[in-house]
C-alpha cells in the first residue's frame, strides 16, 4: 500500500478482477479522507471520500474502508476493468483550520490487463 | 460544464524569466488551491485562497505569488523560475462546505 516517503507502489491485475489498493495515514487528527483517480496528463478525479465516523461507505463499484486503530484506509474496486487502469492517491484532511487542505499519499499505480 | 479550467497547458520557460498561471472555476466555489506535483510524488499544496480576498501559504510556498483576482479566478505567479519549479501545477477548488476538490487538467512546466 502507500504512504508517504515510500516508492510508488504497483498492482496489476487482470479484468474482472476485485482491486484492492491500501493507503497508511500518519494524522490521527484527520476526520476526513479521500480516494482520486489521475489518469496519465489529467488532473485528479474524485471516486470516493469518507468521513472518521464511518468505516465503510460504498459507491458505484468501489468501496472505501476506514480503520482508525492502524491508521488504514483501502479503496475497493469490484469487477476492475480497463478503464480503471490509472494512479489512486488517497488523501486526508485534519479539519478544523486546515480544512480544504489535502494531504495526498505518493499514489499505487493500478493497471488492468484485458 | 467546463469545471475548472487552467492555462496554459504546457510551457517552457528558461531560469530568470517570469510567468502567471491562470485558474478560472465557475462552480461559485469559495476556495481555490494551487497544488505542484512531481515524477513519482503526490501532490502538494503551493497556496491556498480559503474565500475571496484571501490567500495563504501551503507546504511549498517558496518562489511563488498567488492572486485571487476574484471569486472565479485564482493565479499563480512565478516571479523567477528556477529549474526545481519544472513540475506540473494543478489548480483546484471547493465548495466551503464540503472538502471535496475538483481538479484543473494541469499546466506542465519545464524550466531549463
Known amino acids: 500500500g502507500e504512504s508517504v516517503g515510500l516508492h510508488l507502489p504497483t498492482l496489476s491485475v487482470q479484468e474482472g478482477d476485485n482491486s484492492i489498493i491500501n493507503c497508511a495515514y500518519s494524522n490521527s487528527a484527520s476526520d476526513y479522507f479521500i480516494w482520486y483517480k489521475q489518469e496519465s496528463g489529467k488532473g485528479p478525479q474524485f471516486i470516493i471520500d469518507?468521513?472518521?465516523?464511518?468505516d465503510k461507505r460504498q459507491g458505484q463499484r468501489v468501496t472505501v474502508l476506514l480503520n482508525k486503530t492502524v491508521k488504514h484506509l483501502s479503496l475497493q474496486i469490484a469487477a476492475t476493468q480497463p478503464g480503471d487502469s490509472a494512479v489512486y492517491f488517497c488523501a486526508e484532511n485534519a479539519g478544523g483550520t486546515s480544512y480544504g487542505k489535502l494531504t495526498f499519499g505518493q499514489g499505487t499505480i493500478l493497471t488492468v490487463h484485458p | 460544464n467546463a469545471g475548472v479550467t487552467q492555462t496554459p497547458k504546457f510551457q517552457v520557460l528558461k531560469t530568470g524569466q517570469s510567468m502567471t498561471l491562470q485558474c478560472a472555476q465557475d462552480m461559485n466555489h469559495n476556495s481555490m488551491y494551487w497544488y505542484r506535483q512531481d515524477p513519482g510524488m503526490g501532490l502538494r499544496l503551493i497556496y491556498y485562497?480559503?474565500?475571496?480576498?484571501?490567500?495563504d501559504k501551503g507546504e511549498v510556498p517558496n518562489g511563488y505569488n498567488v492572486s485571487r483576482l476574484n471569486k472565479r479566478e485564482f493565479s499563480l505567479r512565478l516571479e523567477s523560475a528556477a529549474p526545481s519549479q519544472t513540475s506540473v501545477y494543478f489548480c483546484?477548488?471547493?465548495?466551503?462546505?464540503?472538502?471535496?476538490?475538483?481538479f484543473g487538467s494541469g499546466t506542465q512546466l519545464s524550466v531549463l
Open positions: 483546484a477548488s471547493s465548495d466551503m462546505k464540503n472538502e471535496k476538490l475538483f
Open positions: 469518507i468521513r472518521s465516523n464511518m
Open positions: 485562497s480559503a474565500s475571496e480576498g484571501t490567500t
